[in-house]
């Protein structure tokens, strides 16, 4: 059981997903893809394999995305996606 709140990020490792939380994170059988069709609106796909919830962004550049000291990168793909946001 997950909640969304103590969600940080989300991490694909191919036909897995590393779900990053607050205290803690747990690896699980599961598509990125798949997964994020399950998350609300908080969560936004930065790159094709990372997944940030929005209210946990401390800081972003044009390249990355800062959770704290974590820095997660910004793929090309997606930057006009965030730019929306």
């Not at 390249?63 to 930057?79: A, F, H, S």
């Given at each position: 059981k997950l909640i969304f709140d103590e969600i940080l990020y989300i991490e694909s490792l191919k036909d897995y997903i590393k779900i990053h939380l607050t205290n803690?994170?747990?690896t699980i059988k599961f598509s990125i893809s798949a997964f994020e069709k399950e998350l609300d609106q908080r969560f936004?796909?930065?790159?094709?394999?990372?997944?940030?919830?929005?209210?946990?962004?401390?800081?972003?550049?044009?390249?990355?995305?800062?959770?704290?000291?974590?820095?997660?990168?910004?793929?090309?793909?997606?930057?006009?996606?965030?730019?929306?946001?």
């Open positions: 803690e994170s747990q936004v796909r930065i790159h094709r394999s990372y997944i940030v919830n929005q209210n946990k962004i401390t800081a972003f550049t044009k390249n990355d995305v800062e959770i704290g000291d974590i820095e997660i990168p910004i793929g090309d793909n997606y930057k006009e996606n965030l730019n929306k946001l």
